[in-house]
């Protein structure tokens, strides 16, 4: 079984940052494109930053220039450097990973338990 473990996130006080972690254990054949969502309260999940597995990235437009995505293929995690943090930011960030694994067979859509992150005014 494949599961996602985040970390890092916290209380902040706005202008701050903070550093998310995402490690992926089990029986992995192949990661694809990993990536960190975040549902506010009373929002919709919404896409923050995805990497693919060449390296490629994309990020929502609110924060582009704050936030970098990147990852460690030997340790299969990925990060989310969060910077210049606004109240606007708050909200459960979850993890996400299109891997295979334990089977060739199809391709899963894993996700992680979600991690607060918090920013105060």
């Known amino acids: 079984q494949v599961q996602l473990v985040e970390s890092g996130g916290g209380l902040v006080q706005a202008g701050g940052s903070l550093r998310l972690s995402c490690a992926a254990s089990?029986?992995?054949?192949?990661?694809?494109?990993m990536a960190w969502y975040r549902q506010a309260p009373g929002k919709q999940r919404e896409l923050v930053a995805m990497i693919a597995s060449g390296g490629s990235t994309n990020y929502a437009e609110s924060v582009k220039g704050r936030f970098t995505i990147s990852k460690d293929n030997g340790k299969n995690t990925v990060y989310l450097q969060m910077n210049s943090l606004k109240p606007e930011d708050t909200a459960v960030y979850y993890c996400?990973?299109?891997?295979?694994?334990?089977?060739?067979?199809?391709?899963?859509?894993?996700w992680g338990q979600g991690t607060l992150v918090t920013v105060s005014s």
């Open positions: 996400n990973a299109n891997m295979y694994g334990p089977s060739w067979s199809k391709a899963l859509d894993v």
């Open positions: 089990g029986f992995i054949l192949r990661l694809n494109a």
